[in-house]
């Protein structure tokens, strides 16, 4: 399996930016897809997660309402929608897929390489 996450970049604070991962692999329906964050100095931190059927989870203090995940099981795709983006969400960014849903990072078993969202204020 080998995942790659791209749509990062710079925006000002209250923008919007979509990240993408692309799933590369045999059996995409068997994994739960999510996102993950790493600021600088910090540790990872889940952000999101979506498995096959739809059913989602999020980061509850401090995403929910403005981040939305989307899977597109046709094309082995996971998005990220971030709205209302805060200075505070400025980290790289890593998709990762595990069979069993778990919101310990260490728990997943595939990764993405990482895209950089920097927020302005």
């Known amino acids: 399996v080998q995942l790659q996450a791209f749509g990062g970049g710079l925006v000002q604070a209250g923008g919007s930016l979509r990240l993408s991962c692309t799933f590369s692999?045999?059996?995409?329906?068997?994994?739960?897809m999510g996102w993950f964050r790493q600021a600088p100095g910090k540790e990872r931190e889940f952000v999101a997660a979506?498995?096959?059927?739809?059913?989602?989870?999020y980061r509850a203090d401090s995403v929910k309402g403005r981040f939305t995940i989307s899977r597109d099981n046709a094309k082995n795709t996971v998005n990220l929608q971030m709205n209302s983006l805060k200075p505070e969400d400025t980290a790289v960014y890593y998709c990762?897929?595990?069979?069993?849903?778990?919101?310990?990072?260490?728990?997943?078993?595939?990764w993405g390489q990482g895209t950089e969202v920097t927020v302005s204020s």
């Open positions: 979506r498995d096959w059927s739809g059913n989602s989870r």
């Open positions: 692999g045999p059996t995409f329906s068997m994994y739960v």
């Open positions: 990762a897929s595990t069979r069993v849903y778990n919101i310990d990072s260490e728990k997943w078993d595939y």
